[in-house]
């Protein structure tokens, strides 16, 4: 697990840089996410070649985690997770955060510290991080922003009269900076995207050493396979033999687990609301969150798409549409049209974040997810979601991979 102290520590560029790196090698790689983000493991796809996995504790139970780790990481030759935020931070304290999926998969903890306008005052800082929860092992240190081999040798030493060794470090690169997060997979983002990478990756290959990394983090597989074992049996859900879901540019924000699970009640098909004329044959629509405000012009001008979705959902068609794809749905962004199924107007003026996890009771099941977004609605849109005819939109990004049928109680309620 790739961690650090706190948030703005360089996780996902070095993440990307030591996937790239390692993929590099020869080695098949296996990324994770811990937590509920979804625009980082898009990244992580770019760097491993691989469709990155989230862990989370909140809204899943541990031994669906252990379960999901030994099902996609088992065969792996490397297996690597990037942490968020800092290595302790969760929804509540301590609970669901990075030290926690660690704790329960037992996988070592490699700790990033910034160096920035710091010396050997990070030592107390590096020896609390070992001590702290005995049940964590930690690695080995990684420093990122380094300034000069002077700082260098006082932050080796710091390490070493902490008792913890110095796996190497990243210099300070303005070059090495993430293209933002907010600007979508566009052909231009995703270039300089892979230029990010291809340097990162040739960073971590010059300044850490890998090889005392891979023999400090060395696991069995057979000791994740053991907890691997993934039903795959398929549910009892005739009514939702065909599934459609939108994937491209726009809407891309889905758990990899999540999809899995969506096979277990019927064919799984992909389209692109931007690209394509017909919507697939379907018994389910799923319209996942994404960009949608960033291709708003390309989308409205998709007419044939626009009304084939309206003729599906005023039919009776079962539609799930998560806050891109609920946007999607409303009459229009920022005045260019949508769907005009649901009697609301999306806007990004005045925008601002609404963040965090997200819990509702259906049918006697808790279902739990997480909302990231910066639009608003005219008027405001209900909550936990709306329910229009066969319709459940709303902004949350529910998961339901550890049991599918929490998914069939959203679709019932």
């Known amino acids: 697990m790739i961690a650090a102290p706190s948030s703005g520590c360089g996780k996902t560029t070095f993440t990307l840089g030591l996937l790239r790196a390692l993929r590099n090698r020869g080695l098949s790689v296996q990324p994770f996410k811990s937590g509920p983000d979804y625009i980082d493991p898009l990244f992580h796809q770019m760097a491993a070649g691989v469709e990155s996995v989230n862990l989370d504790t909140y809204m899943s139970s541990p031994a669906h985690v252990q379960t999901l780790f030994g099902h996609y990481g088992g065969d792996a030759d490397a297996c690597v997770i990037e942490a968020a935020m800092g290595l302790f931070d969760g929804a509540d304290g301590p609970r669901g955060s990075a030290a926690e999926v660690a704790q329960i998969l037992d996988v070592p903890v490699l700790l990033l510290v910034s160096a920035k306008a710091v010396a050997y005052s990070v030592a107390p800082l590096i020896y609390g991080f070992r001590n702290f929860n005995p049940r964590l092992r930690l690695a080995g240190v990684v420093f990122n922003f380094v300034a000069s081999e002077r700082q260098l040798a006082t932050l080796r030493r710091a390490c070493e009269d902490a008792g913890v060794p110095c796996l190497g470090y990243l210099p300070r690169n303005s070059e090495l900076v993430i293209p933002s997060r907010h600007l979508g997979l566009t052909l231009q983002e995703c270039e300089k995207t892979e ?71 019927g064919a799984v098909s992909f389209f692109s609301p931007l690209q394509d004329a017909d919507l697939p044959q379907c018994d389910l629509l799923y319209l996942p969150g994404g960009y949608p405000e960033l291709f708003a012009e390309q989308l409205a001008g998709n007419r044939a798409m626009r009304e084939q979705i309206r003729a599906y959902a005023d039919a009776g068609g079962c539609v799930l549409a998560e806050c891109g794809g609920f946007m999607y749905l409303c009459r229009d962004i920022d005045g260019q049209p949508m769907c005009g199924i649901l009697p609301y107007s999306a806007t990004m003026q005045g925008a601002r974040l609404h963040l965090g996890y997200r819990e509702t009771v259906l049918n006697g099941v808790t279902l739990r997810g997480h909302e990231f977004h910066y639009s608003t609605t005219i008027p405001e849109v209900p909550t936990p979601f709306v329910h229009y005819k066969n319709i459940r939109a709303g902004y949350p990004h529910w998961y339901w991979a550890d049991d599918p049928q929490k998914l069939l109680s959203l679709l019932a309620s």
Not at 197 to 216: N, P
Not at 252 to 263: M, V
């Open 195 to 265: 230029r990010l990478i291809a340097l990162a990756a040739q960073e971590v290959t010059k300044h850490i050493d890998l090889d005392r990394l891979l023999e400090g983090t060395y696991r069995t597989n057979e000791t994740y396979r053991a907890n691997g074992i993934y039903r795959t049996n398929k549910l009892n859900a005739p009514r939702f033999s065909r599934i459609a879901v939108a994937r491209d540019a726009a809407f891309n924000f889905t758990y990899r687990a999540n999809i899995d699970a969506l096979r277990r009640l």
